[in-house]
């Protein structure tokens, strides 16, 4: 399973495989440069092993540029399981999955992602000590990381309303993919802020929720990213961006939680063709990983702000030097986190 990624520049992959508890996945170590090698637990459906690894891989690699530009001292993992077809005991997976991260000796720091809760990590917090994500305790950081997220993005589209459109979010009408814990949190604080919504998700009942209280419009799941709207906001699931989507978009802004929007390379290219700035992904939803690094580092909520509030700074840096070098910001981004991963592993050396 294993032999296609060997070899590339992955540290460690660990096969998951426990047909007792039900556990069957990946943990994708990517880098350890910087420190231990921290990133989500996902828990979805599958069609293969090998689906299961790619997608591993592609969202540890992500975590590592995630970490490096956050400035935390952590590389980048992602463990990914794959959801039992069968009924299945939950605890007993997630105490599987403890036992595999406790293995790893904190080379690998586990919290939570899509598919995985608050009180997965306490269920894991029984195995390691190597996890956080876990209910805040005695005034420390802690618990879900979703509204640190929520709070980064909102930084991020601030700080790039102002620099790409040259105005306010109160002036703005942002369209939002998907109003789960970082799409929901993050409807409001742009309704706070005076902008207009339009809200699409797959599930009627939580959108129908969100747009009642902000008096947002609802738009199809098919027709949100080509909504009439000058931001589009990603708070679904990744690969949204693709030549279609990109060819059919109105918003001269792209800034989200999703991880991944990219569908492929190409994307950046389209995006800077039809002069729609992006916001690096990973720049803008670093603030849940900030807040699990804090937990795990035992610093307070005050330490995951103060640097949950640096996002919006490094945004303008990337967006202001992509503009100068014509290029996608999505490379200058990249660039800038590869070039801190290097100077961590020369010093190391
Ligand atoms: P969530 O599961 O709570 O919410 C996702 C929402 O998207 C759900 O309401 C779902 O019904 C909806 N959805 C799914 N497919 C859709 C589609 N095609 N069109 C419209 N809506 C769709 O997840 P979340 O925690 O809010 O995370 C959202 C995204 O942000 C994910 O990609 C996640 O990886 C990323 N992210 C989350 C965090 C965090 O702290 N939660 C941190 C970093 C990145």
Known sequence: ???????????????????????????????????????????????????????????????????????????????????PEGP????ELFRAFGRAVRALDGRYVTAEDVGTRVRDMEVVGEETRHVAGRTARGGLAGGD??????LGVFEAMTVAARHALGADLS??????????NVGGILCRMLADAGARLVLADMD????????????ARIVDVADIAAAEADIFAP????????AQSIAAMR???????????????EAAALLLERGIAYVPDYVANAGGIINVAAEYLGEGPLDAEARVMAIGPRVATILAQAAREGQPPSRVADRMAQDVIASAARLAA
């Not at 918003?251 to 390379?265: E, R, S, T």
């Open 1 to 83: 399973m294993f032999e296609a990624v060997n070899g590339t520049n992955f540290e460690e992959l660990v096969r998951l495989d426990e047909p007792r508890s039900g556990l069957s996945g990946v943990i994708a170590i990517h880098s350890t440069a910087l420190g231990p090698a921290a990133g989500g637990c996902r828990l979805w459906q599958y069609p293969s092993d090998d689906a299961a690894l790619a997608d591993a891989c592609r969202l540890a690699e992500g975590m590592s540029y995630k970490n490096a530009l956050a400035g935390l001292p952590f590389g980048g993992a992602k463990a990914v399981l794959r959801l």
């Open 88 to 91: 299945f005991d939950r605890d």
């Open 171 to 180: 002036e703005l009408t942002v369209a939002v993919q998907g109003t789960g």
């Open 235 to 242: 708070c679904a699931l990744g690969g949204v961006l693709d």
């Open 145 to 150: 990381p979703s509204p640190w997220t929520a």
């Open 204 to 215: 009627p009942a939580r959108r129908d929720r969100l747009a009642a209280i902000h008096g």
């Open 251 to 265: 918003a001269k802004l792209v800034c989200g939680a999703a991880n991944n929007q990219l569908a492929g390379p």
